[in-house]
């Protein structure tokens, strides 16, 4: 009998009351010093006193929380793997570049000082929505969700809106269904292309902010040195009536009063509770000497982990948190990324085929080209397994390694992780803690456990 080497513990959440946190199966449990001190004895060999002893231990076992030996936890972790291989279950989930053009030049960003100016044309495009459609029926697929990404799409709303428009239509012919996504700096949505979109399924744009205006406009300009804060918050505003929008950020050491003021900003201008969500992240380094949060997930430094938790409580006071779905968990949140889902993919301007948004554009990472008749090729970011080499890390069930295409970026190699433990430690107590007593915040300790097993 041990703990699983996939739970986490935190300790006095409330005064002599302690939290399991299964990473395995997203699963909390709320335990009093009783409860720790029997557990501490089954791990050691003791059997469970009693029958109120012996249904506790039943339970955690039922539920992941302890396991009989190591070999049963490697079991549930390659049930836990198969299943999020699935992503979303009978989903196709694409992300399309129509350019790799943009019309800023983020001092963070790896086109800064190399500029493309790729842009997918016409025969790409068919063979591109051949692709999609051929992979659709193959694989016997309901639902098909397309992230449109860059560059900046905004510059191809042609593209964006005649390639919506016709896989809309083929998943409806097909009894399915077509979603849709973007990443956007902004700038040039309007409410005409807002109101256009939103006629082709149910979808929803990112847009970034890096903090208030003055911080923002230092970082997020034109090529032409100005500042971007003024014209893509008046098109935040403007547009969130009749498009989903969420608000992402990109934060550095010493900007979380930029941000706080952001926040403030986008309460005063109306938007508490009609923005999908409001996320920020630390900005992440991606090159050797270049940093981008145009791709990649996280911060492997976790430099700035304070003021994480700062700025997530400031965005739940101020009502402009994540929107709560049905299913929503932390895994559905951070991971394992979309590298290891089967069913997604990304395909740059080119019409080469990527299983990581952060590679594309390298045609050596490639799996296919959309014009090929040849076999897909396994994902070289996948193919060294690195995440084999975390151990009996708690958090590798949502990690896998981290950003693996950051990794290879920074260094050429695919053997090895990008490590975001120091991150995940602090931002699961946190959310864990505050999930906890979301839920359970009226009951002692063993009417917790008992409520949650």
């Known amino acids: 009998m041990q703990i699983s080497r996939f739970v986490v513990g935190y300790d006095d959440v409330r005064p002599n009351e302690h939290v399991l946190y299964s990473v395995l199966h997203d699963r909390y449990v709320g335990i009093d010093a009783d409860i720790r001190s029997s557990i501490a004895r089954w791990v050691s060999g003791e059997p469970a006193q009693g029958d109120d002893e012996r249904e506790v231990r039943t339970a955690l076992l039922e539920q992941g929380f302890l396991v009989e030996d190591r070999t049963q936890d490697d079991s549930n972790l390659r049930a836990h793997l198969a299943k999020a291989a699935e992503g979303m279950p009978g989903t196709l989930m694409v992300t399309l570049m129509p350019t790799l053009a943009c019309n800023l030049a983020c001092d963070y960003c790896f086109q800064k000082d190399s500029p493309a100016f790729t842009k997918m044309r016409a025969p790409t495009e068919q063979a591109t929505l051949d692709w999609l459609l051929r992979t659709v029926d193959e694989r016997g697929l309901r639902a098909l969700h397309v992230h449109y990404f860059g560059g900046e799409p905004l510059t191809r709303k042609d593209y964006v809106l005649r390639t919506a428009k016709a896989l809309s ?102 938007l508490s509770g009609k923005l999908e969500g409001v996320r920020f992240k630390p900005v992440v380094e991606v090159g050797k000497t270049s940093s981008s949060t145009c791709t990649s997930c996280a911060d492997n430094k976790a430099s700035d982990l304070p003021t994480l938790v700062q700025l997530n409580r400031s965005i739940d006071k101020r009502k402009l948190g994540l ?73 590798m069930p949502v990690c896998m390694g981290g950003c693996l295409g950051g990794k290879w970026l920074q260094t050429g190699r695919t053997d090895e992780v990008f ?20 839920e359970f915040g009226g009951h002692p300790a063993q009417q917790t456990f008992e409520h949650a097993a």
């Not at 300009?221 to 498009?243: E, H, K, Q, T, W």
């Not at 490590?419 to 979301?438: A, I, M, N, P, W």
Request: hydrophobic letters at 40%; a negative charge; proline letters at 5%.
């Open 323 to 395: 929107k709560k779905h049905s299913g929503e968990t932390l895994e559905s949140m951070i991971g394992p990324c979309e590298l290891h889902w089967t069913n997604n993919f990304t395909i740059d301007p080119e019409g080469f085929v990527y299983k990581c948004p952060a590679v594309a554009g390298r045609s050596e990472m490639a799996v296919t080209n959309v014009a090929s008749s040849d076999p897909q090729k396994p994902a070289p970011l996948l193919v060294p397994r690195p995440w084999e080499k975390c151990g009996d890390c708690a958090f």
């Open 419 to 438: 490590c975001l433990k120091d991150q995940f430690e602090v931002s699961f107590r946190e959310t864990v803690g505050r999930r906890y007593l979301d």
């Open 169 to 270: 239509s083929a998943m409806a012919a097909r009894g399915g269904t077509f979603e849709w996504t973007m990443t956007s700096n902004g700038v040039l949505l309007d409410v005409e292309f807002a109101k256009a979109i939103s006629q082709f399924g149910a979808g929803s744009i990112k847009i970034t902010f890096d903090g208030d205006k003055e911080t923002h406009d230092k970082a997020r300009v034109y090529r032409d040195g100005r500042g971007s804060f003024d014209v893509i918050f008046a098109n935040v505003v403007a547009c969130a009536p009749f498009v989903k929008i969420w608000v992402g950020g990109n934060f550095r050491p010493g900007e979380a009063e930029s941000y706080e003021k952001l926040l403030a900003r986008l309460e005063a201008a109306g």
